[in-house]
């Protein structure tokens, strides 16, 4: 066996060929413990110092080895232990295999850290499903590098890619596997994955201690763990541990499927408002390019009643909508379904009464032309809009005109603060998806936003500059009416608190946007500094007025309290007389 059987997290360092209960040889046997092993024979190919060899027999399982290493094999005849030489790539693999098991029962073959190592490991593969084939409940158990470790990526964007003697990028390694891939060779050849118990490491051979790029306490290191960690839950896996049994064989290749559309249309719907529906639908039935799909998520129970809506646009309508239903979840689970389930190149995503202009798609795929791969924004005019009393021709109507509330250049900072972009202008690249990139199905509102923030951070902004949208204001029933403000407060929250927990990529420009910003705010607190000592100084000169005065009061009150000022009582009330006698004699 060319494989390290460390554990923890610690780096893999040259072949070890001891047993510990921590590493992948361990989590292989684990495996096989709820196998009928007992008296049967367990196959150990590439077995070389067969340091699984005692473990096997514990279980009751009679360990044969096979290698082509005759020093390693005649050591372990010397222990006792069954071997034959064998080469695996030889013709005739199944047969020669079937020979040393002979008549007796075969329960397991174990093939770890061997499949990497062969020129042609699909023809092994198949060899083990015939020889499986001659046995019953016949077990096979891998242990496999994963190329995709998440160190791989990060020497490889350093651009290196250096064989070692040992670990990951073993120099004797003529093949390379991801979870996909070998889940894809394992089918093809007949072999159903059973069970797994991936061996896990943080640090992998290929790890650079205190480099940036490897460290994920840096922001590069961040930024790139969670970049990886998004297509799949592996980045950390070092050796794919897996059982499998068989089965049918998958052809690899599969028929041509039907060409994707350039557009796929996220409708998520109740189905409680049918009119608002159909006149989406007409819209769509309207648009001068008709390269689309149109995924209606029905949230409920009322899937009968959409399908029957669709029914009524018989035609090249008709025939690109798909009707799916969701229970259950928050309004982000809809939209996930349908992410999902979207086969076109770009995804948009509608609510059942929001309307478009008959060149909306149009203008998406000029977007998409002009700048591919970023997130493609238009413009959105609103209207406010009632519902009619029952009896009127129509349900609703509009109650003012076109404003146009949503037609300013997309900002990022801006968009951080608050959102200024409604759910249905705005297309994303379908490939997200390979990012792990979904709706946070906790969010109750806000969903659409968080989902901007995301693919406008990795993708970037194209905007159209075009009004191609109407975003309907409803005087009742819709979800600003129903959601209580504490409830958006709180989800605004969660959106800043997922942004912050991880490195956030910034579009070009937005440093000169920060720039200004930090300028501006400097200015206001310079302004704020002058106008706070401007008004300490009034205060301050206002204090001693009233000090003054103060002093006056208590001055004159002092003086009114004295004798002279009592004793001249009545001088004063004669002056005071002859004062107005005088004003009068004036007056004539």
């Keep these: 066996m060319a494989s390290t059987d460390g554990g923890g997290t610690e780096a893999m360092g040259k072949y070890d060929f001891s047993y510990s209960d921590s590493g992948p040889y361990s989590a292989a046997v684990r495996l096989l413990k709820d196998a009928d092993l007992s008296g049967r024979v367990v196959l150990d190919l590439g077995c070389g110092s067969a340091p699984i060899a005692p473990v096997i027999a514990e279980l009751g399982a009679v360990y044969v080895g096979i290698d082509t290493d005759a020093e390693a094999l005649a050591a372990l005849g010397e222990q006792g232990w069954e071997v034959h030489a064998l080469d695996l790539t030889a013709a005739g693999l199944a047969d020669r295999l079937g020979e040393i098991v002979a008549d007796r029962s075969l329960a397991a073959v174990l093939c770890l850290d061997v499949l990497e190592h062969l020129p042609e490991p699909d023809h092994a593969l198949a060899a083990l499903a015939d020889l499986a084939d001659r046995h019953r409940d016949v077990e096979l158990v891998v242990s496999i590098p994963n190329i995709a470790h998440v160190d791989i990526a990060r020497r490889l964007l350093l651009g290196q890619w250096d064989m070692t003697e040992s670990g990951l990028l073993d120099r004797t390694h003529l093949r390379f596997y991801t979870d996909r891939s070998l889940t894809a060779a394992m089918a093809a050849a007949g072999w159903h994955e059973a ?314 420009g937005t440093i000169g946007r920060i720039d200004k910003a930090l300028e501006e705010r400097e200015l206001s607190g310079h302004r704020v500094e002058a106008l706070t000592a401007e008004l300490a100084a009034v205060r301050a000169q206002l204090a001693e007025h009233q000090h003054v005065v103060h002093h006056a009061h208590a001055a004159l009150a002092e003086m009114r309290a004295s004798t002279s000022w009592k004793v001249a009582a009545p001088v004063r009330v004669l002056g005071n007389l002859g004062r107005r006698v005088a004003r009068k004699v004036r007056g004539r």
């Design 195 to 508: 069970a797994r118990e991936d061996f896990r490491l943080i640090r992998s051979d290929q790890h650079e201690s205190g480099h940036p790029v490897f460290e994920a306490e840096a922001n590069v290191g961040a930024f790139l763990q969670a970049l990886r960690s998004g297509p799949d839950g592996y980045g950390q896996v070092n050796q794919f541990v897996r059982r499998y049994h068989r089965g049918g064989r998958r052809a690899s290749a599969v028929a041509a499927a039907e060409p994707a559309p350039f557009l796929s249309i996220v409708i998520r719907t109740q189905g409680l408002r049918p009119d608002p529906m159909r006149d989406v639908l007409c819209c769509l039935a309207a648009q001068t390019d008709m390269d689309f799909e149109a995924v209606v998520v029905v949230h409920g129970d009322r899937t009968r009643d959409v399908q029957d809506i669709v029914a009524e646009f018989e035609g090249n309508l008709a025939q690109r909508v798909r009707v799916m239903s969701c229970v259950g979840g928050t309004r982000s689970r809809p939209a996930n379904v349908g992410w999902h389930a979207a086969r076109g190149e770009y995804v948009v995503f509608l609510d059942d009464d929001d309307l478009v202009t008959a060149d909306w798609v149009a203008t998406v795929r000029q977007g998409a032309t002009e700048a591919p791969g970023r997130v493609i924004r238009w413009w959105a005019a609103e209207q406010r809009r009632v519902w009619n009393p029952p009896g009127q021709v129509a349900a609703h109507a509009a109650a003012g005109p076109l404003t146009p509330a949503y037609c300013r250049p997309f900002d990022f900072l801006q968009h951080v603060r608050q959102n200024e972009t409604p759910f249905h202008c705005f297309a994303v690249p379908v490939v997200l998806r390979d990012l792990g990139v979904e709706f946070d199905e906790r969010l109750t509102v806000c969903e659409d936003w968080e989902m901007l923030l995301t693919a406008a951070s990795l993708c970037g902004v194209q905007d159209t500059l075009r009004t191609t949208s109407i975003y309907n204001k409803w005087s009742a029933a819709s979800s600003s009416h129903s959601v209580h403000a504490d409830e958006w407060t709180a989800m605004r929250k969660m959106v800043h608190v997922d942004l912050d927990s991880r490195p956030v990529l910034l579009p070009p």
